[in-house]
């Protein structure tokens, strides 16, 4: 029976309470010389939520992303991933950042895939440098995960060779192939054709159905109202509005909000 | 090092700095000559000015001074080492400048000569007002970068004869066998040269770098 | 005409005996040059500055004195520190120094070209920076470099031709021998020309595709 309760709470089914908050930022900002971009974040990230942001360009939708991974360093406040917490205040170890990384996962506007490497070769890297694992091993789960994505069949080919809707599931691959149980997407379609971006949306749409915790910086207004649980709108560097989805979407509080809104929706 | 050997050494400064500014002036007026044989459409003359160009780049500078000096100066004409090696110099650095000049016209927007074209301007005002001056700033840092190697290889006219850094340097060596501290300050000597020619082209650069069309 | 090439017949198996010696002195050169150049490269990422001026001052003095007189301060002036080099491995000390200083700066460029994008990727993939290094940036900021490389290479070949006044009998040397002894200056120097000619005109053609279809990738 105790043998039986651990699977499955190792399993991610029953979650003991502390685990609920992925993410936790207080008072979050960041500065680039004496440009303020970043400022008085406060965000909690509940373990498998799906969280949009959007806002107009500038508003540091972006920066605050590259932050939760420590790709950006913040300059000010409390940020919490897992069960690693950097101050901002203090100066950061590699070890620090290591650990915050561990479980989280980044996909890229300019999906970053490496070119000289086959699409098998990008997605079983990491594995065996990061996670150890030997060749058969991380090439086994790559194909696993390319199948996943729909592109098993590229993957003896290079990344040149694919558009930019499979270049972009490649990459999502090669991040899920970490295990992280926190992704986070930085405007995943801005950079492909509308139809291409459809098929990246699809798997995003399927992650999050399967329990994935997301972040997901975007512009996909019909994403950011049917897949995700709650919608963050930012500008200025500040959020000014966040809560469930079809709320903040069709019933925005602010008035900068709604003047986003409408410009958006209603093109 | 005493002083006399120092100062030896540094009056070979003068003819350094001559040679590369003759060289550079020679190599200047004849790479636009080049250059406009290239870009002229015609296209005799853009392959006699293509081989003439490589001919000149693909042999050392060594052998065109000994070749300029002792051929044609034994020979037919008696000129002094300072003219071969300007002469040689001056024709390597006429190949370099037309590949450079070459590049910087290509850099200059396209739609500069549109511009010019569509206002109707006559041909030489077009060249004198609105590309050369554009052409000049944005081939000036190639060109100042090139200008500090030429300096350093005027070292090869003290092989000839010509009474620069490098020779001043190997015959004080030769006198008194201290050739590390003689070569020494010699090098020395060509960094410190190149510093302010660096800094005056960075500056220069700046000042110009605003006024170049996008 | 074929008093000419019946001189350049005689006079040719020295030459390229002469020349054999350049292309050798030029190859061993670039061989321990070029590593050097990207230890050179790596180094200088360092953020501590006391390990970075060393490395500064050998690069500044590697591109900023001229080759002669390096060539001149290895030969004729090691000896006043005690060390005697013969004339061969005085050219290869002053010439992988030179190689070194500026290939140093090739590889840098090469490096940063690769899109910064690369690097946030590996991080965001948790590679250490010395995996990010050698798998990724590395592979695809070599063939960046490498037209340039090839280009100083054939520069270096040229320079060795100043190598007569250390002695080193290669290709010059000889034929300022020849010269000495029959004072036919132009037919000699032409043909070591011809020599140069031969190898670099070709080598400076292939180094312009290679640019070209580099660039084309991009």
Redesign the interface.
Not at chain 3, 64 to 70: K, M, Q
Not at chain 3, 75 to 81: L, R
Not at chain 3, 123 to 128: E, G, I, K, S
């Given at each position: 029976m105790v043998q039986l309760l651990k699977s499955v709470v190792a399993s991610g089914q029953l979650k003991p309470a502390r685990q609920n908050v992925l993410v936790d930022i207080k008072g979050l900002g960041k500065d680039y010389g004496d440009a303020t971009v970043l400022n008085d974040i406060n965000l909690t990230v509940n373990t498998g939520e799906v969280i949009a942001v959007i806002g107009p360009s500038g508003s540091g939708k972006s920066t605050l992303l590259r932050c939760m991974n420590l790709l950006d360093p913040p300059t000010r406040g409390i940020l919490r991933v897992g069960e690693t917490t950097i101050d901002a205040s203090q100066p950061t170890t590699s070890k620090q950042i290591l650990d915050l990384r561990r479980p989280v996962g980044m996909v890229f506007q300019s999906f970053n895939l490496f070119p000289h490497l086959t699409v098998l070769r990008n997605v079983s890297i990491a594995q065996e440098r990061v996670l150890k694992r030997n060749r058969q091993q991380a090439d086994e789960i790559s194909r696993q995960l390319l199948d996943r994505v729909g592109l098993l069949s590229k993957a003896d080919q290079y990344p040149s060779r694919c558009s930019g809707g499979q270049q972009q599931r490649i990459a999502i691959a090669r991040a899920l192939a970490l295990e992280p149980s926190l992704m986070l997407f930085d405007e995943p379609t801005s950079a492909l054709d509308p139809e291409l971006g459809l098929e990246v949306l699809g798997v995003m749409k399927e992650l999050a159905s399967q329990g994935m915790t997301m972040v997901v910086v975007t512009h996909e207004m019909h994403f950011a109202e049917s897949v995700s649980d709650r919608v963050l709108i930012m500008a200025d560097g500040r959020i000014i509005e966040g809560g469930k989805s079809s709320d903040v979407m069709r019933n925005p509080q602010s008035e900068r909000a709604q003047r986003f809104l409408s410009a958006v929706m209603n093109r | 090092m005493n002083s006399q050997m120092l100062l030896t050494i540094v009056g070979g400064i003068q003819w350094t700095v001559i040679l590369t500014l003759t060289s550079l002036a020679i190599g200047i007026v004849l790479g636009a000559g080049l250059c406009a044989m290239r870009t002229s459409g015609n296209k005799a003359l853009d392959a006699i000015a293509a081989c003439l160009i490589l001919i000149l780049r693909a042999v050392p500078p060594i052998i065109w001074l000994f070749l300029i000096f002792f051929g044609i100066g034994t020979g037919i004409l008696e000129i002094t080492p300072f003219q071969a090696a300007a002469v040689g110099l001056g024709l390597i650095t006429a190949a370099n400048m037309a590949e450079i000049i070459r590049g910087s016209l290509s850099a200059v927007h396209k739609g500069q000569w549109e511009a010019a074209r569509a206002l109707s301007m006559p041909a030489q005002y077009r060249m004198i007002d609105i590309i050369a001056p554009q052409l000049i700033r944005v081939s000036l840092p190639s060109v100042a970068t090139y200008a500090i190697g030429l300096l350093k290889d005027t070292a090869i006219a003290s092989t000839i004869g010509v009474p620069e850094i490098a020779f001043q340097a190997t015959h004080v060596s030769q006198l008194t066998f201290r050739g590390l501290e003689t070569f020494a300050v010699a090098g020395g000597l060509y960094i410190a040269l190149s510093i302010p020619v660096a800094w005056a082209s960075r500056w220069a650069d700046k000042r110009m770098r605003l006024k170049v069309a996008r | 005409m074929n008093e000419t090439i019946a001189f350049w017949e005689q006079i040719l198996p020295q030459l390229l005996q002469g020349f054999s010696l350049s292309l050798q002195v030029t190859g061993v050169s670039l061989l321990f040059g070029i590593p050097l150049g990207l230890l050179l490269a790596l180094g200088l990422r360092a953020r501590n500055f006391l390990l970075k001026a060393p490395l500064l001052a050998v690069i500044?003095?590697g591109r900023?004195?001229?080759?002669?007189?390096?060539l001149?301060?290895v030969?004729?002036?090691?000896?006043?520190?005690g060390l005697t080099f013969t004339s061969f491995v005085s050219v290869v000390i002053a010439f992988t120094w030179c190689t070194a200083a500026y290939t140093s700066e090739i590889l840098r460029a090469g490096m940063e070209a690769v899109?910064q994008?690369?690097r946030?990727?590996a991080?965001?993939?948790?590679?250490?920076p010395m995996?990010t290094l050698c798998?990724?940036i590395l592979?695809?900021g070599l063939p960046i470099a490498i037209p340039a490389l090839l280009g100083f290479s054939i520069l270096m070949l040229?320079?060795s031709?100043?190598a007569f006044?250390v002695a080193l009998p290669e290709l010059?040397s000889k034929a300022q021998l020849i010269?000495s002894n029959t004072f036919q200056?132009?037919p000699i120097?032409?043909l070591?020309?011809l020599l140069?000619?031969v190898i670099?005109?070709p080598a400076?053609i292939v180094v312009g595709h290679l640019e070209r279809r580099l660039n084309r990738h991009i």
């Open positions: - | - | 500044e003095v900023g004195a001229s080759v002669l007189v390096l001149q301060f030969y004729f002036g090691m000896p006043t520190a899109p994008g690369q946030e990727a991080q965001a993939l948790r590679m250490t995996d798998l990724i592979p695809q040229q320079a031709s100043l006044v010059m010269g200056y132009v120097f032409t070591v020309a140069f000619a670099c005109i400076t």
